[in-house]
């Protein structure tokens, strides 16, 4: 069985037109991200960008429906083309909803609607953000400073145990003599 060669996922949100602002305007704060210029016949789309990294998340304003989300699966067109990974999806048990040029929307066997695109080379992750009500900030700086209270706070609780009667007992990959440090963080 072959796969569709997915090289890139989006969301896209989906927002009913009378709770459209609201509801980019919260997924904007959420994401920390900027929104990309409107597009589309309508000026239906448009994309959450975030500061660093390829886009994964985009809005739509949908008429006449209840909103929701659906994924995007951008097909590497290297190995595949959109129809070619549509026949493959149709085959698995996809319904083709509608096609167009380098689109085509689908429902899978259990009803969720997503769409085959082309892919265009996305392949930069972004860093996670922190929001503490000062806007977007890279986790980096947190997350390590978190880590090295953890790994101090770990090795205490190790020596500490040794100690206690925990001698004799080493982490895992540690080399030293029984009841040494070798191996733990400092």
């Known amino acids: 069985m072959t796969a569709i060669p997915v090289r890139w996922l989006t969301v896209f949100l989906d927002f009913p037109a009378d709770s459209f602002g609201a509801g980019v305007a919260f997924w ?32 739509q304003r949908v008429a006449g429906r209840s909103g929701g989300h659906h994924l995007d699966l951008h097909v590497d067109p ?54 503490d009500g000062g806007g977007r900030q890279p986790r980096g700086p947190v997350l390590a400073g978190r880590t090295d209270r953890l790994l101090r706070a770990r090795a205490l609780v190790l020596d500490r145990a040794d100690r ?11 080399t030293g003599a029984a009841g040494t440090t070798a191996g733990r963080p400092g």
């Open 28 to 59: 904007r704060e959420v994401t920390g991200s900027t929104l990309s210029p409107f597009r589309g016949a309508a000026g239906e789309f448009a994309t959450l960008l975030p500061a660093d990294g390829d886009a994964y998340l985009r809005v």
């Open 78 to 131: 290297a190995l595949a083309s959109v129809e070619q990974a549509a026949e493959r999806a149709v085959a698995l048990g996809a319904k083709v909803l509608h096609r167009e040029l380098g689109l085509v929307i689908s429902a899978s066997p259990g009803g969720f609607t997503f769409c085959l695109v082309r892919w265009h080379g996305e392949h930069s992750v972004p860093r996670p953000v922190r929001l």
């Open 164 to 174: 206690v009667g925990g001698a004799g007992w080493r982490p895992f990959g540690a």
